[in-house]
């Protein structure tokens, strides 16, 4: 199932919203739209049952696993225009050492961001027990399973 922007953002889809950041650079060497548009063709492409909401923050794409802009803010992904990739996931309230507690990592290029996502997807707890996201971390050989 493709992500699907959150409710509360009904005004453009995730990708209207990238792409409007896209064309609005016209002139610069990076385009952060861009390297977003494609993480976004990157979740769609692999995950085909699971519920994604998206919700933007600034350039900034949060993952979340309810439709609702005040659950928990699992997975933070943001692009730079390289074709770079920084991530943050919300570490399980069991293992945060402080309130609302996020590990950060950058991903080199865009089949890095897909292990980096499957693994913030995880460890966040956010996608628990979710058979999908268990056979995606298994077919690319991510330990924790």
Request: hydrophobic fraction near 40%; charge should be negative.
């Given at each position: 199932m493709p992500i699907t922007r959150s409710s509360d953002q009904r005004r453009q889809t995730l990708e209207e919203f990238y792409q409007e950041v896209s064309e609005g650079r016209p002139h610069y060497d990076v385009d952060p739209g861009k390297g977003m548009l494609d993480f976004i063709?990157?979740?769609n492409q692999i995950f085909k049952q699971t519920l994604i909401w998206g919700l933007t923050s600034h350039y900034r794409l949060v993952l979340q696993s309810a439709d609702d802009y005040k659950s928990p803010w699992y997975v933070i992904v943001v692009s730079i225009g390289t074709k770079e990739y920084y991530f943050e996931y919300l570490m399980?309230?069991?293992?945060?050492?402080?309130?609302?507690?996020?590990?950060?990592?950058?991903?080199?290029?865009?089949?890095?961001?897909?292990?980096?996502?499957?693994?913030?997807?995880?460890?966040?707890?956010?996608?628990?027990?979710?058979?999908?996201?268990?056979?995606?971390?298994?077919?690319?050989?991510?330990?924790?399973?």
């Open positions: 063709q990157l979740i399980p309230l069991e293992k945060q050492p402080w309130p609302h507690a996020y590990v950060r990592g950058e991903a080199k290029n865009i089949e890095e961001a897909k292990r980096y996502l499957l693994i913030a997807m995880y460890e966040s707890g956010g996608w628990a027990g979710n058979s999908e996201l268990m056979q995606l971390m298994h077919d690319n050989n991510i330990k924790g399973v």
